[in-house]
């Protein structure tokens, strides 16, 4: 009896190495978009060269960090790390297909992101994240800081500013009130659950004084919540991207909302960067002002699990279509998924979507848009901020997939059955118990999910 089933479990692991080597990783993403240096549409060749010669376009200084799409329109965010970006927030018209370095155009126009006559702040200082909701809005979130790295000036509060899609008019301007941020605060991912257009939220995630501010779109009015879960685990400081290693302690970054529940409210997914643990509160608690601001909402945040070494994660979206979860992996250069009816949360139960030391160097955007469409940006920001660009190579690009296309055949295809019990122990026994930093690293998505594939077809095959 037992030899028998001994038996089956080796020819399975035989037949799941033989199948490993021959089996690609899914990596169904493709370039859409690359750039050496960001370019933006002036209104004529002399206004460009004039900017380039005061200064106030420096093209090396020049990061694309977050995306968003609607409609036609791919948003980008340029973040004022370091002096001489032009524009904050511009678009590129993803149904102009002649070039795939196209230059960027200011949102929502170039007046938005000058300084006044008198020095008054420009419209929009310095976001990271945006995102476009369903009713046509496109909600920034502007940290309102000039020259992060260098004399780190902050022009503005930190403030929501809100733009109808439809004619790209402000609709909304809202400065976080003085007691809902800190000296250290710093706010570069948003949520927003758009369920009832009149009656929407959105989430801030402040990764510098851990936080999360929540505003109401009815009652314009925010509240800032607290929890230990905001904040980054200091045994997951190290990075390594790209050669570079440096440290960071950031913490609430990744929100991903999930859509309406029975009871009429949405789940919050949320991870520190520095952390490799996952962490849900439903929308029920954080909506709820009284009780999310005090101390007894504590208990209904919940762990989930942990991706393991090296899993720290930024940007994160969840597509409301299948449930799942799209996250970003620096550490990893990979974007991977996890399928929010899997109730394991483990390395184990990751899918690997996208991993490339040169295509995926730094993910630091991930959305999926109304048309099923995946979009991930990657950048090279490690470069900016702790060395420079180097101007010969492509720093910058936006790769694309079919949700779809995306997921097939990892842990996150929605068509795959659950997998059976046998396969997570054979998957004990094939994990490799190397833990050294990169080799982990690699193994992790590299070999693991891609075997992890490879017995989920041997199995197939031996049916
Ligand atoms: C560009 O778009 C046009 C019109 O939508 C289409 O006919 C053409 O095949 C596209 N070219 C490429 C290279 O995708
Ligand atoms: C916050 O910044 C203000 C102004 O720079 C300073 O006076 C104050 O001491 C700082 N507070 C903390 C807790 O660092
Ligand atoms: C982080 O990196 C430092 C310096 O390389 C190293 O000494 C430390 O052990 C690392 N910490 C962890 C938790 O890996
Ligand atoms: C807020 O939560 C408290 C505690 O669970 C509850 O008693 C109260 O009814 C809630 N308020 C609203 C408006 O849902």
């Keep these: 009896m037992f030899g028998k089933l001994n038996v089956i479990v080796v020819l399975t692991i035989l037949t799941a190495v033989l199948h490993i080597t021959h089996i690609q990783c899914n990596d169904n993403l493709r370039v859409a978009y690359q750039w050496k240096e960001i370019d933006f549409e002036y209104r004529s060749a002399r206004d460009r060269e004039e900017a380039i010669n005061s200064k106030s376009f420096i093209q090396g200084h020049v990061v694309p960090v977050g995306l968003e799409v609607y409609q036609t329109r791919l948003f980008i965010t340029l973040p004022r790390w370091k002096s001489g970006v032009p524009a904050s927030l511009a678009y590129i018209d993803i149904t102009d297909n002649v070039t795939s370095s196209p230059t960027l155009k200011p949102y929502p126009s170039w007046g938005a992101h000058q300084k006044g006559i008198s020095g008054e702040p420009p419209e929009i200082v310095s ?16 940290t309102g800081v000039d020259d992060i790295l260098g004399e780190t000036k902050r022009l503005s509060h930190t403030q929501l500013l809100v733009y109808d899609l439809h004619n790209d008019n402000l609709l909304r301007r809202y400065p976080f009130p003085a007691d809902q941020t800190k000296n250290e605060s710093f706010f570069a991912n948003i949520a927003v659950e758009d369920g009832d257009c009149e009656d929407a939220y959105a ?6 004084a851990p936080g999360l501010v929540v505003y109401s779109w009815k009652s314009q009015e925010s509240w800032r919540v607290n929890h230990h879960y905001f904040h980054p685990d200091p045994l997951a400081g190290n990075y390594t991207i790209s050669g570079i290693s440096f440290q960071w302690e950031d913490g609430l970054f990744g929100l991903a909302l999930s859509k309406q529940q029975p009871d009429g409210f949405a789940t919050l ?43 720290q994660s930024g940007a994160a979206f969840l597509d409301q279509l299948t449930g799942v979860i799209f996250y970003a992996l620096p550490n990893l250069n990979a974007v991977a998924c996890w399928k929010t009816s899997n109730r394991e949360y483990t390395f184990k139960s990751q899918g690997r979507v996208y ?17 099923d469409r995946l979009w991930v940006l990657s950048d090279n920001l490690q470069d900016l901020i702790f060395s420079e660009l180097n101007r010969n190579r492509i720093n910058f690009r936006i790769l694309t997939a079919h949700v779809k296309d995306a997921i097939e055949n990892t842990a996150c295809d929605t ?12 998957g004990d026994i094939l994990r490799p118990q190397t833990t050294s930093a990169k080799s982990g690293a690699s193994i992790m998505l590299n070999g693991y999910v891609c075997m992890l594939i490879g017995t989920i077809l041997a199995l197939t095959t031996l049916h």
């Design 203 to 208: 989430y801030c995630g402040d990764l510098g």
């Design 269 to 311: 997914y949320f991870h520190p960067l520095s952390s490799t643990n996952e962490f849900s509160v439903s929308t029920k608690v954080l909506r709820n002002k009284t009780y999310s601001t005090s101390g007894d909402s504590f208990k209904e945040f919940k762990i989930l699990g942990s991706r393991g070494l090296n899993g």
């Design 415 to 426: 068509t795959l059955a659950p997998l059976p019990d046998i396969i997570n122990r054979l």
């Design 127 to 142: 976001p990271f994240r945006i995102r476009a909701d369903r009713c046509g809005r496109l909600w920034v979130l502007d």
């Design 355 to 371: 991993m490339s030391p040169v295509e995926m160097v730094f993910p630091n955007d991930v959305k999926v848009d109304d048309q």
